[in-house]
């Protein structure tokens, strides 16, 4: 009896034990939803367009390495990184297709903000919402990051693939032309426009507005030489609904410090912080920090991986203001040995790490890139500065809108807008038809000063390498001179071949449908 009492309970305890283990099985983790799981609420949905915004948190994008695609390639900058092979990719010395930190990492991340987008635009629709116009500014928002990046493809690499569905690991999609991918931009930043927001309230602060969309797409029409339809979208924020929402603030270095952030000129910025200072992945403690300035100081305050061309410091001085000073846009863009020379009340200015003896044995007469850098608050550099990377500035569309107006015949227009930006308080400059009366109404004479005024305004900003290729400098023989006669880097430039990044290779090897971009 007592034998057969203890075969039952035996047998009850592997029967609780197996079904407790299929149970378990059974139970789903809060952390890791499957797509049937999940979009099913408001929340997931608001879930699902925040996790898009976090792919501008990664090493690949806008917290370090694009700056050494846009700035340090450009003629406004260059590398001395011991790294060599990460310094000859800003020398369009591109021995290996899979340089890692220098081409197939923002292949891979772009595309991965891409699916990010792909699933809010595929799932959301389905979703219930009470307000169908909070639905709408989702998928809007959508829309605007996948042009976002889509706009970084067509520049970096012209010919790619199209990806509008969330992608499965098997996929090969087709290769598509530069003009495609510049039509799909346009597509989605249409789509966008209307629908989003003209502002966004306290706790959204730093989302996509209908105003970035408009200026995202004008610049998108300007890289194809579309100047009048440009023209037309950034209408709206010069002289349209949307004038009111902008201005230039009066001191400059306000666009670049952390405490005078989301301020009346920032048109579109990404939100750093240094709230959390872990890693690059996607778990809730991963870094929010800008980790540009580390890359660009100084050494002993950072590891001068990136620094300014010293042309800009000499165009800079070309011009005095109209109190007979320096332009202050120099001190607050570019650290060089004379800067306290230059300007006597730099130590205001510079509160902290770069109020200092120079450093002869380390810096020498190196000239490092300043802007965006912590200076004023603190004497280090780390990567989790809190400071936003203002994205697109009104500045820039002025400029634009200036490059706009001279290229339809409009020119006497068009210094009004040039002159707001020189005019600012804190750079003071005389009107440009003053300082520079031999231009007149030449249109060639405009346009030419108009990208030298540009480069003082916006150097150090990412813009710089988008509007050497607009301008035909890196596709013309001509153009590659004048470029040559600024940075030396350009002796190693070749026509046809470097005005486009080479496709990863691994990317090729693994898809059928990929060719490699010719002649590499």
């Given at each position: 009896?007592?034998?057969?009492?203890?075969?039952?309970?035996?047998?009850?305890?592997?029967?609780?034990?197996?079904?407790?283990?299929?149970?378990?099985?059974?139970?789903?983790?809060?952390?890791?939803?499957?797509?049937?799981?999940?979009?099913?609420?408001?929340?997931?949905?608001?879930?699902?367009?925040?996790?898009?915004?976090?792919?501008?948190?990664?090493?690949?994008?806008?917290?370090?390495?694009?700056?050494?695609?846009?700035?340090?390639?450009?003629?406004?900058?260059h590398s001395t990184s011991p790294w060599v092979e990460l310094a000859d990719w800003t020398r369009f010395r591109y021995n290996n297709y899979n340089f890692w930190d220098g081409n197939n990492w923002h292949w891979r991340d772009f595309y991965k903000a891409i699916f990010r987008a792909n699933q809010v635009l595929a799932y959301v629709?389905?979703?219930?919402?009470?307000?169908?116009?909070?639905?709408?500014?989702?998928?809007?928002?959508?829309?605007?990051?996948?042009?976002?990046?889509?706009?970084?493809?067509?520049?970096?690499?012209?010919?790619?693939?199209?990806?509008?569905?969330?992608?499965?690991?098997?996929?090969?999609?087709?290769?598509?032309?530069?003009?495609?991918?510049?039509?799909?931009?346009?597509e989605d930043l249409n789509w966008a426009k209307d629908k989003l927001p003209d502002q966004w309230d306290d706790a959204n602060v730093g989302r996509a507005t209908k105003g970035a969309a408009k200026a995202l797409l004008a610049r998108a029409l300007m890289q194809q030489g579309k100047l009048p339809q440009a023209k037309t979208e950034l209408d709206w924020l010069v002289t349209g609904d949307g004038k009111g929402y902008y201005g230039l603030v009066d001191n400059y270095r306000d666009n670049f410090t952390h405490t005078n952030e989301n301020n009346k000129e920032s048109v579109f910025e990404i939100q750093f912080s240094d709230v959390n200072k872990g890693g690059d992945g996607d778990d809730l403690t991963a870094s929010m920090g800008f980790q540009r300035t580390q890359f660009f100081?100084?050494?002993?305050?950072?590891?001068?991986?990136?620094?300014?061309?010293?042309?800009?410091?000499?165009?800079?001085?070309?011009e005095l203001t109209k109190d007979g000073e320096y332009d202050s846009r120099l001190l607050y863009n570019i650290f060089y040995k004379q800067a306290y020379k230059d300007f006597p009340d730099a130590a205001n200015n510079d509160t902290l790490v770069y109020n200092r003896p120079w450093n002869n044995n380390a810096w020498g007469n190196e000239t490092f890139i300043k802007k965006y850098s912590t200076y004023y608050y603190r004497d280090r550099e780390d990567y989790h500065a809190p400071n936003n990377f203002r994205f697109i500035r009104y500045a820039d569309v002025l400029l634009m809108y200036a490059e706009c107006l001279n290229a339809a015949g409009q020119t006497a227009e068009a210094y009004t807008y040039v002159n707001?930006?020189?005019?600012?308080?804190?750079?003071?400059?005389?009107?440009?038809?003053?300082?520079?009366?031999?231009?007149?109404?030449?249109?060639?004479?405009?346009?030419?000063?108009?990208?030298?005024?540009?480069?003082?305004?916006?150097?150090?900003?990412?813009?710089?390498?988008?509007?050497?290729?607009?301008?035909?400098?890196?596709?013309?023989?001509?153009?590659?001179?004048?470029?040559?006669?600024?940075?030396?880097?350009?002796?190693?430039f070749v026509l046809q071949r470097n005005h486009r990044l080479p496709l990863p290779q691994i990317e090729v090897d693994n898809n059928t449908n990929l060719i490699q971009n010719t002649p590499y």
């Open positions: 009896m007592k034998s057969l009492k203890l075969y039952i309970l035996l047998i009850l305890f592997v029967s609780i034990t197996f079904s407790c283990s299929e149970d378990l099985l059974d139970i789903d983790n809060p952390n890791t939803p499957t797509v049937e799981q999940g979009w099913k609420t408001e929340k997931d949905a608001e879930m699902g367009i925040n996790a898009v915004y976090n792919m501008f948190y990664k090493p690949s994008t806008w917290t370090r390495w694009i700056y050494f695609r846009y700035d340090l390639a450009s003629d406004e900058g629709p389905e979703i219930e919402f009470a307000n169908e116009a909070n639905k709408d500014r989702i998928l809007a928002q959508a829309r605007f990051i996948r042009a976002l990046y889509y706009y970084q493809i067509a520049l970096l690499w012209e010919n790619a693939p199209i990806v509008l569905e969330p992608s499965k690991p098997q996929d090969e999609p087709l290769q598509r032309t530069e003009a495609e991918i510049w039509a799909q931009v346009e100081a100084p050494g002993g305050i950072g590891w001068q991986d990136g620094k300014a061309r010293a042309w800009l410091i000499d165009e800079y001085k070309k707001m930006v020189r005019e600012r308080p804190s750079t003071n400059l005389e009107k440009l038809e003053v300082a520079h009366p031999e231009i007149g109404m030449d249109q060639a004479l405009f346009a030419k000063r108009l990208q030298m005024e540009r480069s003082l305004e916006l150097c150090f900003e990412a813009v710089r390498w988008g509007d050497l290729k607009r301008w035909g400098l890196l596709t013309s023989q001509a153009g590659i001179d004048e470029l040559k006669t600024r940075d030396i880097d350009f002796n190693n």
